[in-house]
């Protein structure tokens, strides 16, 4: 009895009606525009966006992104920001959010330092969500990665039939706390050894009425 049901299912047609969330991506490639780039943490040719071949994420890599306390630091060192604000041009028909982001990199704290990394995202003209933190304390020398997630319920889609920019705010941030700046150096960034690191931002698709 469970085969035949197993079978009937495998030769149904699953049919998602106009507006419910779809984890099947447009079958045309998605192209994406960097309209936009500002911000300490990504000077000029140091960010560029990718979209993956299955159309079901877009890649940011970084490659200037760093934020410091301590020797050889300057005051302002201590935070950098990035802010990209994006073109996603979608096949007609479908309309997208950002399901979940995943952002990594490297993390030299001192014992008593620590940073910050915090992300947010928008489209044009509606409102910012909520900001997402993440904390990594001292002593600490390794690789970091971080990922927010948003609830299916939760995710905000671009309104169907407009065509609205889409804005990533993402800011490093390292605190001295009670290690000595006079003799050690501590850091964050979004970065590797070969000058580049990966964030990525996994898409909802919707289709549209």
């Known amino acids: 009895m469970l085969n035949a049901v197993a079978a009937a299912l495998l030769a149904s047609t699953i049919i998602i009606p106009p507006g419910s969330p779809n984890e099947t991506p447009p079958p045309d490639h998605i192209t994406i525009d960097v309209v936009t780039v500002n911000g300490s943490g990504c ?13 079901k994420a877009f890649t940011v890599t970084y490659s200037d992104y760093l934020a410091q306390v301590g020797v050889g630091a300057r005051p302002t060192d201590f935070r950098k920001n990035c802010q990209l ?14 399901a979940q982001a995943d952002y990594r990199g490297f993390a030299h704290l001192e014992r008593g330092a ?7 995202y928008y489209f044009q003209g509606m409102s910012q969500n909520d900001s997402a933190q993440h904390r990594y304390n001292g002593p600490h020398s390794d690789d970091w990665q971080a990922t927010d997630q948003t609830e299916v319920a939760a995710i905000v889609y671009s309104p169907c039939g407009e065509k609205r920019n889409f804005n990533i705010n993402t800011e490093l941030r390292v605190y001295p706390g009670s290690s000595n700046t006079a003799t050690t150096t501590s850091f964050v960034s979004m970065d590797s050894t070969d000058g580049a690191i990966d964030t ?5 698709w919707k289709t549209c009425p």
């Open 114 to 120: 620590y940073a910050i990394q915090k992300a947010n």
């Open 43 to 55: 000077p000029a040719g140091t960010a560029a966006v990718a979209v993956s071949e299955d159309n």
């Open 85 to 98: 604000n994006l073109r996603v041009n979608v096949p007609q028909g479908f309309t997208y959010g950002i």
């Open 200 to 204: 990525t931002y996994q898409f909802s």
